[in-house]
């Protein structure tokens, strides 16, 4: 019987397995589920010749991105997306070495990995001039707390622009993150802020990196990864779906 490894190989271009096939795929693939083991993981267990359920693992070379098993005995079955990972005080690594990352090919993100700080890059607390509508912004998280505060105080809201001269304005991300409470909602203007807060994100993350070629370049390296948000500080990860968004609208 042909290994796991010739048979993911194999179904690639099509192939259809017999039953028997069909079981032992299956059972490959539960030894390569990602939720039991990341990539990194999968790589030690070969290493030691660890096994799964008795089945062996599938070798790291079928961990492609994007790849489909035809057949009705293996419905809906992909592989692992890429994932990266970024927060204001990223370390320097290339991508897929960074806490909880993955990519199938490391190659494929080359021109990243030649850009210093780019997780950072990818922060909202990023420092890089925009204008969005009259005002002018320092950071993401500027405009987007400008926005939350102008439901009830547009006066105050002006605080967060450069055009005020505030030092608040002129400060960094965190520093615009530590006034989001200058002002309490109640809750009709909360649930009025839930409605706009997605739109808000996306125009003031268009505007950054559509206004900075150095940051879009950025942006449109990180293809075709999934883009996580996590600081590793008791918060749980999330994917920043806004910004994918962002990044497919810039490749056009």
Same mark, same amino acid.
């Not at 099509?14 to 939720?35: F, I, T």
């Not at 990995?113 to 969005?132: E, G, I, K, T, Y």
């Not at 707390?145 to 030092?167: H, M, N, V, Y």
């Not at 009025?192 to 879009?216: G, N, T, Y």
């Given at each position: 019987?042909?290994?796991?490894?010739?048979?993911?190989?194999? #179904?690639?271009?099509?192939?259809?397995?017999?039953?028997?096939?069909?079981?032992? *795929? &299956?059972?490959?693939?539960?030894?390569?589920?990602?939720? $039991?083991?990341?990539?990194?993981?999968?790589? !030690?267990?070969?290493?030691?010749? /660890?096994?799964?359920?008795?089945?062996?693992?599938?070798?790291?070379?079928?961990?492609?991105?994007?790849?489909?098993?035809?057949?009705?005995?293996?419905?809906?079955?992909?592989?692992?997306?890429?994932? #990266?990972? %970024? !927060?204001?005080?990223?370390?320097? *690594?290339?991508?897929?070495?960074?806490?909880?990352?993955?990519?199938?090919?490391?190659? /494929?993100?080359? @021109?990243?990995?030649?850009?210093?700080?780019?997780?950072?890059?990818?922060?909202? %607390?990023?420092?890089?001039? %925009? @204008?969005?509508?009259?005002?002018?912004?320092?950071?993401?998280?500027?405009?987007?707390?400008?926005?939350? $505060?102008?439901? +009830?105080?547009?006066? #105050? @809201?002006?605080? %967060?622009?450069?055009?005020?001269?505030?030092?608040?304005?002129?400060?960094?991300?965190?520093?615009?993150?530590?006034?989001?409470? +200058?002002?309490? *909602?109640?809750?009709?203007? #909360?649930?009025?802020?839930?409605?706009?807060?997605?739109?808000?994100? /996306?125009?003031? $993350?268009?505007?950054?990196?559509?206004?900075?070629?150095? &940051?879009?370049?950025?942006?449109?390296?990180?293809?075709?990864?999934? &883009?996580?948000?996590?600081?590793?500080?008791?918060?749980?990860? @999330?994917?920043?779906?806004?910004?994918?968004? $962002?990044?497919?609208?810039?490749?056009?």
């Amino acid at each position: 019987m042909p290994s796991p490894d010739t048979l993911v190989q194999r #179904l690639r271009y099509g192939y259809q397995p017999q039953p028997s096939a069909n079981a032992m *795929l &299956l059972g490959a693939l539960r030894a390569n589920d990602a939720h $039991i083991l990341n990539c990194r993981e999968r790589r !030690f267990a070969e290493r030691r010749g /660890r096994r799964l359920g008795g089945c062996p693992l599938v070798p790291i070379s079928a961990c492609t991105r994007e790849v489909s098993y035809p057949g009705n005995s293996v419905p809906g079955v992909t592989t692992i997306e890429d994932r #990266l990972y %970024f !927060f204001s005080g990223s370390a320097d *690594l290339p991508p897929g070495q960074g806490v909880h990352e993955r990519v199938a090919h490391a190659a /494929r993100y080359a @021109a990243l990995a030649s850009v210093r700080h780019w997780r950072r890059m990818l922060s909202n %607390f990023w420092p890089a001039d %925009f @204008a969005l509508g009259q005002r002018t912004y320092r950071t993401v998280e500027h405009a987007f707390q400008a926005a939350k $505060i102008a439901l +009830l105080d547009p006066a #105050l @809201a002006e605080r %967060f622009a450069l055009e005020s001269g505030t030092e608040l304005a002129r400060g960094d991300g965190a520093a615009a993150r530590k006034h989001r409470k +200058l002002v309490l *909602l109640d809750d009709a203007q #909360l649930r009025q802020w839930d409605e706009r807060k997605h739109a808000v994100m /996306r125009e003031a $993350i268009h505007a950054k990196f559509s206004r900075h070629e150095p &940051l879009r370049a950025v942006l449109l390296a990180t293809q075709p990864a999934e &883009l996580w948000h996590g600081t590793g500080r008791g918060q749980p990860p @999330a994917r920043i779906h806004d910004l994918e968004t $962002i990044r497919h609208a810039l490749r056009r």
